[in-house]
């Protein structure tokens, strides 16, 4: 079974050892450069989790990460997934150290209100830079489940199986896949890249954020901004490094910018 029919039936497929060993290193060696600058900590909630450094945005933060988005082995799955007019979505990593508990089980597009199933609008892959085991945290899933006609209850226990690969691998999934990061037991950081796409339909037909001039977009009330796209949908989408674009961009912090994940 090809890997898109795998994913069309099982939700997810492994890439194994898709990625060079030497690109391994570089990217790995690049997220401790950043982790030391940027002093990253872990968020402290039970989403993003006590024990796990994520580090958002990393295509503003070197230029090793500019191949991440358009490797060989793995975009044109994900072309077959949603189509060629697909868009990054988010690019970050996620490192999972000892101690950190499971993380809950979600599906990535439960936020957008759509009936399910549906077809594709956001398709995820998860680069192991280092091996993924069941001991160390490695991604949680249920096969089958993006079929299903509702999303899981956040904080809900559901079986679940490891998605284990070897370093280098990549685990591409379905947007409507359940998952979730492993409990690590181990002594050992477990490290990975979230490689995020969404469907290209899944935006303004002009671009506001680019099309009007910031001074402009600076003097709109409120709402305007957040029509033009200057705010956080249901706490999640549209963030940058955590924050609205409003705050960053414009410099016009929104009425309200905390995240989906600081209230888990």
């Known amino acids: 079974m090809g890997h898109l029919e795998r994913i069309k039936t099982d939700g997810y497929t492994i890439v194994a050892n898709a990625i060079d060993p030497a690109v391994v290193d570089q990217l790995t060696e690049e997220l401790a450069r950043l982790e030391r600058e940027l002093r990253v900590g872990p968020a402290g909630n039970s989403f993003e989790g006590t024990n796990t450094v994520r580090i958002y945005n990393l295509l503003v933060h070197g230029r090793a990460f500019e191949q991440v988005p358009v490797h060989p082995q793995v975009l044109p799955i994900v072309e077959g997934v949603l189509d ?9 990593s996620i490192s999972i150290d000892a101690g950190e508990s499971a993380q809950p089980i979600h599906a990535d597009d439960q936020m957008m209100p759509l009936e399910k199933p549906h077809v594709a609008t956001v398709c995820n892959t998860m680069w192991a830079l280092t091996d993924f085991t069941e001991a160390n945290g490695a991604t949680r899933i249920i096969p089958g489940s993006h079929l299903a006609d509702h999303s899981p209850t956040y904080g809900t226990a559901y079986d679940s199986v490891p998605a284990e690969m070897p370093r280098g691998s990549v685990l591409i999934w379905h947007g409507s896949l359940w998952h ?11 490290i990975g890249l979230a490689m995020n796409y969404c469907a290209g339909w899944v935006r303004q037909q002009e671009n506001q954020q680019l099309g009007i001039p910031s001074d402009l977009a600076r003097s709109f009330g409120p709402r305007l901004r957040e029509l033009c796209g200057y705010g956080v949908y249901n706490g999640l989408i549209g963030h940058i490094d955590r924050k609205s674009p409003a705050d960053v961009v414009l410099g016009s912090p929104s009425k309200d910018d905390s995240m989906v994940w600081d209230g888990a």
């Not at 060629?84 to 970050?92: D, F, I, Q």
């Not at 979730?180 to 477990?190: K, M, S």
């Open 180 to 190: 979730g990061g492993g409990a690590n037991t181990t002594g050992e950081r477990r």
């Open 84 to 92: 060629a007019g697909c868009l990054v979505s988010s690019l970050s």
